[in-house]
């Protein structure tokens, strides 16, 4: 008896209904999207908030420009947004009171650029951007970076606004250092991307940890950690607590899993729970959250713990959904 493609597409989505999948929906539009045959540009990022991002993706992505500018454009919003506590200009400091930032890019080549412990420079990614494209390296760092950034004509700016100083001062009272699960729902910006031409690329930025020790660096702007593109197989990028992340390699982790033949969203689970199977008392103390984006056009996202949101673009739409989760 001949099985139709539409039939069998029909009972996938009934049986996943069916046994209540976390990410259902998610699943679904994959499915479609596979099914279809069809490439057309998407972009997703780290945390619902991030929506803005999205925007400014598509922006570029809509009118067939390249993923690399898309993705640089994203996180460019968060970095400029003096409300967002936890990238770039309003970022929480140190806890000697300075703002210092990490960020990556890395494109359909397999190049990338990084920075870290910059500051005095609102866009990061930008810097990275330009490390990438006009240096011999992949990451400068501290004083080297803000010199580099200086000679290609960033503007030197005090990025501690009146409500992170206000919050650090309040900090200093008990001095304690333990991070939150799922602060105001935001945290490092994660973004990937894929334009009309199947091109994958992407970028991540951060202010780190809140009240860190001067000098911390996570995974943001580590090249397999924080973020990783293999334009044969897809990208992935990581929000969350940077120590985790960087022990395990996770954004490298879920690309190779696709690599393997998982989709984007086994990819990022499959991560997680090797992640939590290695780190488990750190794990439940702390998020971590994947995003991911495979050649296909289909994508992933998965968290240690309930709360974690991300906003994807396609069409020109952008949504955002509530990420399955491990705890």
């Known amino acids: 008896m001949q099985f139709s493609r539409r039939r069998f597409f029909q009972q996938t989505l009934l049986g996943a209904a069916l046994t209540g999948s976390s990410d259902f929906w998610s699943r679904a539009a994959n499915l479609m999207d596979h099914s279809n045959q069809k490439r057309s540009p998407v972009v997703i990022a780290t945390w619902g908030q991030n929506i803005k991002a999205t925007d400014a993706a598509w922006g570029i992505l809509g009118k067939g420009g390249y993923a690399l500018d898309a993705v640089e454009a994203g996180a460019r919003v968060p970095e400029a947004d003096p409300n967002d506590t936890s990238v770039g200009y309003g970022g929480f400091p140190d806890r000697d009171g300075n703002i210092t930032l990490d960020a990556c890019v890395m494109d359909e080549h397999g190049m990338a650029g990084s920075v870290s412990f910059l500051q005095h420079i609102m866009h990061p990614v930008s810097v990275a951007r330009q490390v990438m494209e006009k240096t011999p390296h992949v990451m400068l760092t501290g004083e080297g970076a803000l010199q580099f950034a200086l000679s290609q004509g960033f503007p030197r700016e005090n990025l501690l606004t009146e409500t992170a ?20 729902r935001h945290d490092t910006i994660g973004i990937v991307a894929q334009d009309a031409a199947g091109r994958l690329c992407g970028a991540c930025s951060t202010s780190g940890l809140a009240f860190k020790m001067h000098g911390r660096v996570g995974d943001s702007p580590i090249i397999g950690a924080g973020l990783y593109v293999d334009n044969e197989v897809g990208a992935v990028s990581c929000t969350g607590l940077g120590e985790i992340v960087l022990r395990s390699l996770g954004a490298f982790l879920a690309v190779e899993e696709m690599r393997r033949g998982a989709s984007p969203q086994k990819a990022v689970e499959t991560a997680i729970k090797r992640i939590y199977q290695k780190y ?38 952008s949504l955002v ?4 989760h491990l705890l």
């Open 321 to 324: 959904y509530e990420a399955g």
């Open 165 to 184: 100083r206000k919050a650090w001062e309040e900090w200093k009272i008990k001095s304690e250092y333990k991070p939150k699960i799922n602060v105001e």
């Open 280 to 317: 488990p008392a750190q794990c439940k103390e702390n998020q971590i959250g994947f995003v991911a984006l495979d050649k296909k056009g289909r994508h992933g996202a998965y968290s240690v713990h309930t709360g974690f949101n991300y906003a994807i673009c396609r069409d020109g739409k």
